[in-house]
C-alpha cells in the first residue's frame, strides 16, 4: 500500500515536470524578454547591488589608489605602476608587521583550537553533573561577552606594572620584580597575544562543543568494544569526526585573527619600538597618521590577496564538505 | 490540482520578482532624487530660505549636556536666516570622520580642527582660506589671540586654548620633604627622585610615550624645551632637532629616566593613563591638560595638587612657553554657504560668545579680549589663567605637515634611546634626517 500511495503522490509531479520541458522553451523563443524571463534576475538584483556598493567599487578603488602617486592629498595624482609596492614592500616596519601578524595569527588560532577543544571536552563529559556543567559553561564563555573596548581597558589595568597579574606573581616567587608586560618589547607580543586568545577561545569551545555533541555514542561505543583506551578514541573518533569543523574554524580563525586591529590599537598601538606592529596597524597608520594613501592602499591589497589565500583554503574545505 | 498549484506559485514568484525589481529601481532613482532634492534644496534655501549649517565637532560631547546647542540657539536667534545642525562625535571619531570627509570632498560646512590636521587639510584644498573671508567680512583680526597659517593665510583660528601646566601633588611633595613646587629642571629631578623614594610604587613623574597616539612628545617633551624658550624649529621653519636646547631636552627626559623617576610602563602609556597614575597618586607630578582637573577632582576628592609652569633650564629667565592644545574651528572649501558659515566663526569668536564658552570648557578664550569666568570654577584655573598670561602659548607642531607623523618619528627613536638602543645623538641626528623629508 505505501509503495502505491508514493507513486500516485508522486507521479503528478513527475508528469507535470516531464510535460513542461516541451512547451516553456517554445514560449521562451516567441518572447525572449518576458517578465518571467527577468523574474530570477529580480530575485538577485538588490544583492548583487549591495555587493556591487559596498565591495566592488571600494575594493576598484583602493586597487586603483594603490598604482597611483599620494592620492587624495594631491589634486592630480598619476599612474606609478608597481611603485608603491615596492615602497611598501621594502619598507622594515611592513616587513616587521608581516612577521608579528604571522605570529599572532599562528599561534592564536593554535591557541584557540587547543583551548576551545579542552574546553569543550570538559563541558560535554559525562564525569561532571549538569550543574557543574552549567556553571563552567557560563564562566568559560564570559571573555566572548565583553567588547574588545572593554577587553584591552581590562586586561591594561591587569597588566600594568603594578596591576593585578604582577602582584601576584611576585606574591607567589615566580617573578622578582614586576614585568611591564605590555611596554616591555620582549613580553609585549606575547602579552598581546596571551589576551588575543583570551578573548577569543569561546566561540571555538561553542562551535567544537556543538561539534562533539554530534558525534554518535555508538562510534565511541564501537571503538571500546575493540578495546581502543581513551587517548585512542579520542585521536580515533573525536579528532576525525570534528576535522571538518576544526579545519573550518581555524581557516576563518586565521583570517578573522589577521583582521584584529581594536585590540592592537587599544593596548600597545604597535609598539614598543613596532614589536606588535601588525599589518593592521601599520595601514592605518599609513592613511590616518601619515596621510600616505596610496601606500596605504598598496599595503591593505597585500593584505586582501594574503586573505584571499586563506579564504581560497576555506572556501575549497566548504566544498569537500 | 497540483500543476494548478505550481502556475499559481510559480506566476506569484514571477510577479514577486517583478515587484522587487521594480522596488529596487524605484528606491535606487528614488534614493538618487532625493539626494538632487537636497542638495538643490539647500542651494535653493540659501537664496529664499534659512540656510542650513553642518557643524562638526567633538566640542558638544566634553561641555555640559545642551551648553553647546543653548549658544548655537542663541546663534540661530541673531541669524535667522541660518540654522545649525551639530555634528558631534568624540575627538577620535571626528578625527576620522574628518580626514575621510576632506578625501571625498565632503567635509561639513564648518569643521572643528585641531591644530595637528591643519596643513594637511589646508595642502589637500578640503579647508578654505579663512584670511579671504575675514577680508570680505571685514572682521578685526586684533581680536584674535592666535591665527593657525599654512603659506601665509589662515585657515583655522582657535576658539578656545586649553594649557598644559606642571601638576604637582602637594601632599606627596610635602611628605617626600619637599617644600616647594619645583621651578626648574634640577629642581624638579630632585623632587621626583625625593618622590620614588616613598616606595610603595610611587614614582616622580609620568611619561606617556605610546605611539598610537603620540601627543606625549608634544605635551611630555617638547613642553621642557618650550619652558625654556627654545624652539624645535628654525626661523625658516625647518627642523632644527640637533641644536643644543633641543639635545639638552632629550638628555634632559634620559636623566629622568636613568634615575628611575618615572612610572613604569612609559613606552605604551596614553594620556589617560597618566591621568589615572597621578589621580591614584601613583605619580607625583605630570604634564597635563587644564581640562582633566574636574575629572581628577571627580575620581579623587581628597587629592591635593596644584598647577605650576613647567621647570625651566636652571639659568632661564625670559618667558616661558606653555604648550596648548586648541579647539580650532575651519570651513570647508566645498561648503556653498561660506559666507553664512564666517558668521558662525564669527559668533563663536565674538567677546561675549567666546567667553562664555570658555567657561564652560575650562579653557582660555581664542578673543584677547574675552574674559572667562572663574568664580564659579575651580580656584586652580584662576591660578593656571596667571600662568597662561605671564607666559606664552606655545606648540610648533600646530599647522606642520603630518604632525601626528613627526611625533611617532620622534616618539620611536626616543623609546630607542630611553631603552639603551641609540644614543641621544643618533636619536636626534636621525629625526632630523626623517623630519626634514616632510617639513
Not at chain 1, 564562566?139 to 593585578?164: K, Q
Not at chain 2, 589615572?276 to 605630570?286: H, I, L, N, S
Not at chain 2, 574636574?294 to 618667558?319: C, Q, S
Amino acid at each position: 500500500m505505501e509503495p502505491a500511495h508514493l507513486d500516485r503522490t508522486v507521479l503528478p509531479e513527475a508528469a507535470t515536470l516531464e510535460a513542461e520541458p516541451s512547451t516553456p522553451p517554445a514560449q521562451d523563443r516567441k518572447r525572449p524578454f518576458s517578465v518571467r524571463g527577468l523574474a530570477p534576475y529580480g530575485y538577485i538584483l538588490p544583492t548583487v547591488l549591495l555587493i556591487f556598493v559596498l565591495m566592488v567599487i571600494p575594493i576598484a578603488m583602493v586597487v586603483s589608489y594603490s598604482f597611483q602617486d599620494n592620492v587624495i592629498v594631491q589634486r592630480n595624482p598619476v599612474f606609478t605602476g608597481l611603485a608603491n609596492y615596492a615602497e611598501v614592500l621594502t619598507d622594515p616596519v611592513f616587513l616587521t608587521a608581516i612577521k608579528n601578524t604571522f605570529i599572532f595569527i599562528t599561534l592564536s588560532t593554535i591557541a584557540h583550537l587547543v583551548l576551545g577543544l579542552a574546553f569543550a571536552m570538559m563541558l560535554n563529559t559525562g564525569l561532571l553533573s549538569g550543574l557543574t556543567k552549567a556553571i563552567f559553561r557560563v564562566v568559560y564563555i564570559l571573555p566572548w561577552l565583553f567588547t574588545i573596548a572593554v577587553v584591552a581597558v581590562i586586561w591594561r589595568l591587569m597588566l600594568d606594572p603594578f596591576g593585578v597579574v604582577n602582584y601576584i606573581l611576585t606574591t607567589i616567587g615566580v617573578l622578582q620584580t614586576e614585568v611591564n608586560w605590555l611596554a616591555d618589547p620582549t613580553t609585549a607580543l606575547w602579552a598581546l597575544t596571551f589576551i588575543n586568545i583570551w578573548s577569543g577561545y569561546p566561540f571555538f569551545m561553542i562551535s567544537l562543543l556543538a561539534g562533539l555533541q554530534g558525534i554518535s555514542s555508538d562510534l565511541y561505543e564501537a571503538a571500546a568494544v575493540d578495546g581502543a583506551n581513551a587517548v585512542q578514541r579520542f585521536f580515533n573518533v573525536t579528532i576525525p569526526q570534528l576535522k571538518p569543523v576544526l579545519i573550518s574554524m581555524a581557516v576563518l580563525d586565521l583570517i578573522w585573527t589577521s583582521q584584529q586591529f581594536a585590540l592592537i590599537w587599544m593596548t600597545t598601538g604597535g609598539g614598543p619600538l613596532n614589536v606588535t606592529e601588525m599589518l593592521s596597524t601599520y595601514t592605518y597608520k599609513q592613511a590616518f597618521s601619515s596621510y600616505e594613501f596610496a601606500t596605504a592602499s598598496a599595503s591593505a591589497v597585500i593584505v586582501l590577496l594574503l586573505t584571499m589565500i586563506l579564504a581560497f583554503f576555506y572556501v575549497r574545505q566548504l566544498r569537500e564538505r | 490540482m497540483t500543476g494548478g498549484s505550481t502556475r499559481v506559485q510559480s506566476r506569484f514568484r514571477r510577479l514577486l520578482g517583478v515587484v522587487t525589481a521594480a522596488m529596487v529601481a524605484v528606491a535606487a532613482v528614488g534614493c538618487g532624487t532625493g539626494m538632487s532634492e537636497e542638495s538643490t534644496g539647500t542651494s535653493e534655501q540659501g537664496e529664499q530660505g534659512p540656510v542650513t549649517l553642518e557643524f562638526a565637532q567633538w566640542w558638544a560631547p566634553e561641555l555640559p549636556e545642551g551648553s553647546f546647542q543653548e549658544l548655537m540657539t542663541q546663534f540661530e536667534s541673531q541669524n535667522p536666516n541660518i540654522k545649525v545642525k551639530l555634528l558631534s562625535a568624540p575627538y577620535a571619531s571626528t578625527k576620522q570622520q574628518l580626514v575621510s570627509g576632506a578625501a571625498s570632498k565632503t567635509l561639513p560646512d564648518v569643521v572643528g580642527l585641531d591644530g595637528a590636521w591643519v596643513n594637511d587639510f589646508a595642502k589637500q584644498g578640503a579647508i578654505t582660506d579663512l584670511s579671504a573671508l575675514m577680508a570680505e567680512a571685514q572682521y578685526n583680526e586684533g581680536e584674535l589671540a592666535s591665527q593657525i597659517k599654512v603659506d601665509g593665510k589662515t585657515y583655522m583660528i582657535p576658539v578656545v586654548n586649553f594649557v598644559y601646566p606642571l601638576f604637582a601633588n602637594e601632599d606627596m611633595l610635602s611628605k617626600a620633604g619637599v617644600k616647594e613646587v619645583p621651578s626648574n629642571r634640577t629642581e624638579f629631578l630632585d623632587a621626583a627622585k625625593k618622590i620614588s623614594a616613598l616606595g610603595g610604587n610611587v614614582k616622580g613623574w609620568a611619561l606617556p610615550l605610546d605611539t598610537a597616539v603620540p601627543n606625549g612628545i608634544q605635551n611630555d617633551v617638547m613642553s621642557w624645551l618650550w619652558a625654556s624658550g627654545g624652539s624645535m624649529l628654525t626661523q625658516d621653519g625647518k627642523p632644527n632637532l640637533t641644536s643644543p636646547p633641543v639635545k639638552s631636552t632629550v638628555e634632559y627626559v634620559k636623566s629622568l629616566n636613568d634615575a628611575d623617576v618615572i612610572a613604569p610602563g612609559s613606552l605604551t602609556m596614553k594620556e589617560q593613563d597618566k591621568v589615572e597614575k597621578f589621580t591614584a597618586e601613583q605619580v607625583g607630578m605630570m604634564i597635563d591638560s587644564l581640562a582633566h582637573i574636574t575629572l581628577i577632582k571627580k575620581n579623587n576628592p581628597d587629592l591635593n595638587f596644584t598647577v605650576a609652569p613647567i621647570p625651566a633650564e636652571d639659568a632661564f629667565t625670559g618667558k616661558r612657553g606653555i604648550p596648548y592644545a586648541s579647539w580650532g574651528i575651519g570651513i570647508a572649501d566645498s561648503t556653498e554657504h561660506k559666507a553664512e558659515a564666517f558668521k558662525l566663526v564669527q559668533f563663536l569668536m565674538s567677546k561675549e560668545a567666546n567667553a562664555k564658552l570658555s567657561t564652560l570648557a575650562n579653557g582660555f578664550p581664542g578673543n584677547n579680549t574675552a574674559e572667562p569666568d572663574f568664580s564659579k570654577s575651580d580656584p586652580l584655573f584662576k591660578t593656571a589663567f596667571a600662568i597662561y598670561k605671564e607666559g606664552y602659548p606655545a606648540n610648533e607642531f600646530v599647522g606642520l605637515p603630518k604632525s601626528e607623523e613627526l611625533m611617532r618619528t620622534f616618539d620611536e627613536n626616543l623609546q630607542l634611546t630611553l631603552t639603551g638602543k641609540q644614543s641621544v645623538d643618533d636619536t636626534l641626528n636621525k629625526t632630523q634626517q626623517a623630519w626634514a623629508s616632510v617639513i
